[in-house]
């Protein structure tokens, strides 16, 4: 079993940006892929960022290639997206997932664990 904590969503005008952490409980966190989704009001939860997990491969919507990253430390068993450039359109519902898949997923069905989800607003 794994508990997911995301933490650092908030608000920020255009052009600013977060950096969000995701702490996971138990001791095998290095085993997970992980990865972050987002829902933004009125639409389906989409794929944001993945990473392996060694942390060597890293994947993205092409909605945010060049503006966000993902990492990992694997001995702080947590997950970061630093965030830069943020638009309107990056508000949502920003969740941490884990999943067995050591590469990682674009596929929320193949995510095993979820957390409870931090607010982003980017206001204009």
């Known amino acids: 079993q794994v508990q997911l904590v995301e933490s650092g969503g908030g608000l920020v005008q255009a052009g600013g940006s977060l950096k969000l952490s995701c702490v996971a409980s138990?001791?095998?966190?290095?085993?997970?892929?992980m990865g972050w989704f987002r829902q933004a009001p009125g639409k389906e939860r989409e794929f944001v960022a993945g990473i392996s997990s060694n942390g060597v491969s890293t994947y993205y919507a092409d909605s945010v290639k060049g503006r966000f990253a993902i990492s990992r430390d694997n001995a702080k068993n947590t997950v970061y997206l630093r965030m830069i450039s943020l638009k309107p359109e990056d508000t949502a519902v920003y969740y941490c997932?884990?999943?067995?898949?050591?590469?990682?997923?674009?596929?929320?069905?193949?995510?095993?664990?979820w957390g409870q989800g931090t607010q982003v607003t980017v206001s204009s």
């Open positions: 997932a884990a999943t067995l898949y050591s590469t990682s997923s674009y596929y929320q069905r193949s995510y095993d664990y």
């Open positions: 138990g001791r095998t966190f290095s085993s997970y892929g």
